[in-house]
């Protein structure tokens, strides 16, 4: 069984149906295993032909003597009159009576009253009003249910739903995006959503994974991709649920999207969470009017803009936890100005920017990851003083940036990966005084490094492992020419 979404890729697809069955790599070796097995291949939610043309010139032909079948779901009647009109099978909306009952059988799994018995008429009619809105589609009944279990059975919470769920449901759901599980519960116990009385960091982790397993449970969300050991890895949201929970979240304040930020001055001064997502002048018009939001917790960006650390640089965030995202920046923890008490911080550029970042002033801040920056966005001098972890992914690397690293005085794990380097050879040596804590130096896929050397037996002095790892197809090998005291040492060398 395979999901195939709104926005597919053909290759991700091939390799889940291999995976499936022993074969994860050639897509021939899959049509040939294929032609010479009984299967059952699902492709569930095709959107488009396009995607069935491209499957079906590597899945083989299903032949009746075998017996193997493809099976496909889809909203749209046209592709399933395009790929199968002989065998089309179209799936009528559920009657009135069919659809409260399963909206019922959702309503009362989750707790010990199993019928209507003890609810009142008016809350049994705002019932089935829900149920009409959901147009006899079973997923959005579902979901809807799923949701109305975790709120008050009072006619005054299910108006509330009843009346955000607009006209009746259209079978449109686009919940395509996928959500990195480990994203969203660390922003939970980053907004201290979830709270635990000793503060351990591994109990609020825990916990956060029981309840996104709860929310699977009663429909809120559905998971996209599993661990390897069986624990979500993703998952997605049913776009009825994402409108009604925005719709919800507005009416009490907690969060706004810039289409009703402009409204009154006295409750958008007390917002909690805010996005903005089709252009900057709606953010930078929002910060203008209102130049102090000091309840502001999170703030999502999905703009363009390249400058937003510059624009933003002047406002008081005294409480922000940031999540900005997009084609540009994606910050994982916070924003200047950040909290006296942040102490990791995860930076993502996706495109080239003038604006440079000053981190020297964050003495708290002990890991750091740097992802798609260009050297010359980074003030490289600007390091936290006391950092101690430093992940660099896919930066431009010169002399210049490695001799300040080599100063930090707390660095201990130095990872950089996928780094591009202006100068063939790096030289670790520094005088006695390089990389004074380091304990382990990983470089992985280097481009444009030939060799690495340090001779000096006195730089540094406490590395307890060195990893140095090449792709051979993609990237040259590269030599190494260390000292005695560090040939002595763990030094893992070859390629993944």
């Known amino acids: ?85 002989s065998s089309l099978c179209v799936l009528q909306p559920l009657d009135s009576d069919n659809s409260f009952e399963l909206f019922s059988k959702k309503i009362f799994n989750f707790d010990n009253n199993n019928n209507w018995a003890n609810a009142s008429p008016e809350l049994v009619d705002i019932g089935r009003s829900i149920v009409g809105r959901c147009g006899g589609i079973p997923l959005a009944i579902v979901v809807t249910a799923g949701m109305l279990t975790a709120r008050e059975r009072t006619e005054c919470a299910w108006n509330r739903v009843l009346e955000s769920m607009g006209h009746k449901i259209q079978d449109g759901c686009a919940k395509d995006h996928e959500i990195r599980a480990f994203d969203l519960t660390n922003m939970w116990i980053a907004e201290k959503l979830i709270v635990v009385n000793s503060g351990n960091r591994r109990e609020a982790e825990s916990l956060a994974e029981d309840i996104l397993n709860d929310l699977v449970s009663r429909n809120l969300i559905q998971v996209a991709k599993m661990t390897y050991d069986g624990r979500i890895s993703s998952c997605r949201i049913h776009d009825l649920l994402h409108s009604l929970c925005v719709d919800l979240a507005k009416e009490s304040n907690f969060f706004h999207t810039e289409h009703n930020a402009f409204g009154d001055p006295g409750n958008v001064a007390r917002v909690l969470w805010i996005t903005f997502y089709s252009d900057d002048n709606a953010m930078n018009e929002f910060f203008h009017l209102n130049p102090k939001p000091t309840k502001l917790r999170s703030l999502f960006c999905f703009t363009k803009d390249c400058c937003i650390f510059s624009q933003m640089a002047h406002l008081n965030f005294k409480l922000l936890q940031v999540d900005v995202s997009g084609s540009t920046i994606k910050i994982l923890s916070a924003l200047s100005p950040m909290p006296k008490a942040l102490e990791v911080l995860k930076l993502r550029f996706f495109k080239n920017t003038s604006e440079q970042i ?26 936290p003083p006391n950092l101690v972890k430093l992940n660099l992914v896919g930066l431009m690397v010169d002399g210049h940036p490695l001799a300040v690293l080599k100063k930090l005085p707390k660095l201990r794990i130095l990872k950089m990966v996928w780094c591009k380097y202006n100068e063939e050879k790096m030289d670790l040596s520094g005088d006695g005084d390089s990389f004074p804590q380091l304990e382990v130096l990983h470089i992985k896929d280097a481009r444009g490094l030939s060799e690495i050397m340090c001779m000096d037996d006195m730089s540094m002095p406490k590395l307890k492992k060195l990893l140095l790892v090449q792709s051979p197809i993609i990237y040259s090998p590269i030599s190494l020419r260390v000292s005695e005291r560090l040939a002595k040492l763990r030094i893992s060398q070859g390629c993944l």
């Open 358 to 383: 000053n981190l020297s002033s964050h003495p708290n801040i002990v890991e750091l990851g740097l992802f798609g920056f260009s050297a010359m966005l980074l003030n490289i001098e600007a390091f």
């Open 1 to 85: 069984m395979v999901y195939v979404s709104q926005q597919p890729r053909v290759g991700e697809i091939l390799h889940d149906i291999g995976k499936q069955v022993g074969k994860e790599n050639l897509e021939g070796n899959l049509r040939s295993l294929l032609k010479i097995k009984r299967y059952v291949i699902l492709l569930d939610d095709i959107w488009d032909v396009e995607i069935w043309d491209d499957l079906k010139l590597v899945l083989p032909e299903c032949d009746s003597k075998i017996g193997s079948r493809i099976i496909i779901t889809s909203r749209n009647s046209n592709v399933g009159r395009y790929i199968g009109d």
